[in-house]
C-alpha cells in the first residue's frame, strides 16, 4: 500500500521559492498518477498540478508560470517547485497518488478552468504548511 510524506513548507517572503517533496513508500513503482493539492483556511481543496507516470503534466490556471511539478522515478518521488509564490499561495499543500484517470480527470478540469477537488484520488499525504507573507 503506498504511503506519501510531505515535506519542505514553510514560511517566505512574497516573490520567494519553496520546493516540496513527496517520496512514496510501500511500492516498487511510481504510482501512475500523482499530484499536489492545496487547502486554505477559509477555502476547498483545488488541484494545483498533476503528473502522470508517462510523463504529462496539468496545471491550474492559477500557478502556470511559476510551479513546475516533476518526478523522480528512481527515488519514487514527486516534487513541486514553487516560485514567485504569492500571500494567496498560503495553504495546506497534500500530495497525492491514483490509478491514470485520476490524471485524465485533473487535466479535464484545468482544461475547462474549473476547480478539482481531487476525488478520483486514493491516496493522501498529510500535508505540509506553506505560508507566504508580504
Known amino acids: 500500500q503506498v504511503r506519501l510524506l510531505e515535506s519542505g513548507g514553510g514560511s517566505v517572503q512574497a516573490g520567494g521559492s519553496l520546493r516540496l517533496s513527496c517520496p512514496a513508500s510501500?511500492?516498487?513503482?511510481?504510482?501512475?498518477?500523482m499530484a499536489w493539492f492545496r487547502q486554505g483556511p477559509e477555502n476547498e481543496r483545488e488541484g494545483v498540478a498533476s503528473i502522470s507516470s508517462n510523463g504529462e503534466i496539468s496545471y491550474a490556471d492559477s500557478v502556470k508560470g511559476r510551479f513546475t511539478i516533476s518526478q523522480d522515478t528512481a527515488k519514487n518521488t514527486l516534487y513541486l517547485q514553487m516560485n514567485s509564490l504569492k500571500p494567496e499561495d498560503s495553504a495546506m499543500y497534500y500530495c497525492?497518488?491514483?490509478?491514470?484517470?485520476?490524471?485524465?480527470?485533473?487535466?479535464?478540469?484545468?482544461?475547462?478552468?474549473?476547480?478539482?477537488?481531487?476525488?478520483?484520488?486514493?491516496?493522501w499525504g498529510q500535508g505540509t504548511q506553506v505560508t507566504v507573507s508580504l
Open positions: 510501500g511500492v516498487t513503482d511510481i504510482p501512475n498518477c
Open positions: 497525492a497518488a491514483g490509478p491514470r484517470a485520476s490524471c485524465v480527470f485533473f487535466k479535464a478540469h484545468t482544461e475547462a478552468h474549473a476547480r478539482y477537488r481531487g476525488e478520483e484520488f486514493e491516496t
